[in-house]
């Protein structure tokens, strides 16, 4: 990769990350939780991509990490490309959760092995960092010579084989019927339905090597699930993340109080209408959680994850009801604000899943 490609690529991912938002390389936190500090060092575990992945010249590489042990004086956390800045957050862990996820995505250009790595530092300066190697192959990179004919001969299920252009494959058949998608996900559309026993041929597999794009005529994307082929094995195929996924838009509507005058020690319920206005289904409602601030300065005073397992349809809406017991601060004017999807559900417009309520003073109560 050329410096001019990677000083380009560093301006566009700088300002996705310290905005959050954003297509291409796009650096998300989520830190639920409730404050707390944490000592020793923090850790880092990157769960994508794999050590010695391999991808196609043009796909997107996606960088998915988690920071263990975080705790809110986490000063900084960044990811790099050749020690080449890819995004930034500077004390990115403002609730102070113990395990802040992130995620960022990476256009691949130019082919060649790449580090790709993650860094965390602390205010009082433990730090920790990991790596992971890719490579990056250009159709037809290290395969064998292109042959003198377009025709190749029928494969059995499981042998390698190559196409007029050196790209691997792999014939394969289905154990079920399955249904044809156009990405590696369920959230795609499907695009056609396969017998079972029907020939396919594998040109290449999803990172987690969980779903197949199999050779359909003039369609570049068709995807099967691998557990509906049978047992071949894929190891010399290039690793794909697909195209993007349709999205959903998860927002917090009709945030309400009850009673509408909190009192100190006694419990409240906190009701709001979830509701996706997207197109497309949610899978997950993310990690919801419940938060009272301070009015003026925006601090939380307290966190409360909800456990919410379920999905949304496009259109459709969830009424939430929670409970909530506040004890401090007295004398103060408070806010509650109730927040859904994050990292874990990727959306067209992420900078509306809160609501906040009016604001109110804490009756004295027991606790005066």
């Not at 043009?58 to 998915?64: E, L």
């Not at 349709?246 to 209408?273: D, F």
């Not at 409360?304 to 409970?323: K, R, V």
């Amino acid at each position: 990769m050329s410096s001019g490609s990677i000083t380009s690529l560093m301006r566009a991912c700088l300002f996705a990350a310290l905005g959050l938002a954003g297509a291409g390389c796009n650096l998300m936190f989520t830190p639920p939780g409730s404050a707390a500090r944490f000592d020793g060092p923090p850790q880092i575990i990157i769960a994508a991509p794999m050590s010695n992945q391999i991808f196609l010249a043009g796909t997107t590489v996606i960088v998915q990490a988690r920071v263990e042990n975080a705790g809110a004086d986490l000063a900084r956390v960044s990811v790099l490309l050749d020690e080449a800045l890819l995004g930034e957050k500077i004390n990115p862990n403002e609730t102070g959760a113990a395990i802040l996820p992130l995620s960022i995505d990476w256009p691949t250009s130019n082919p060649g092995n790449y580090q790709l790595s993650v860094l965390a530092e602390r205010e009082d300066g433990a730090s920790a960092r990991a790596d992971v190697m890719i490579r990056v192959i250009a159709q037809g990179d290290n395969q064998p010579p292109e042959p003198d004919s377009a025709e190749t001969a029928p494969a059995t299920d499981g042998e390698e084989a190559s196409d007029a252009s050196g790209r691997p494959q792999v014939a394969a058949s289905l154990v079920q019927p399955s249904e044809l998608r156009r990405g590696p996900s369920a959230d795609h559309a499907i695009i056609g339905q396969m017998a079972q026993a029907a020939p396919v041929v594998i040109v290449a597999v999803s990172p987690y090597r969980d779903w197949y794009r199999i050779q359909r005529e003039d369609d570049e994307h068709a995807w099967l699930l691998a557990e509906a082929v049978v047992e071949v094995d894929v190891s010399g195929l290039p690793a794909e993340t697909g195209p993007p996924p349709p999205l959903p838009n998860l927002v917090v509507e009709e945030l309400r109080l009850q009673p509408a005058a909190p009192v100190c020690g006694e419990e409240i319920t906190v009701s709001a209408t979830i509701r996706n206005i997207g197109t497309h289904r949610a899978s997950t409602l993310g990690l919801p959680i419940i938060e009272a601030l301070w009015s003026a300065s925006g601090e939380v005073v307290i966190a409360e994850p909800i456990t919410l397992m379920q999905g949304l349809g496009a259109g459709e809406s969830y009424q939430l009801d929670a409970a909530l017991t506040l004890r401090e601060p007295l004398a103060a004017e408070l806010v509650i604000r109730v927040t859904v999807g994050g990292i874990q559900v990727a959306e067209t417009d992420d900078s509306d899943n809160s609501a906040t309520s009016q604001p109110f003073i804490l009756a004295a109560g027991d606790c005066g």
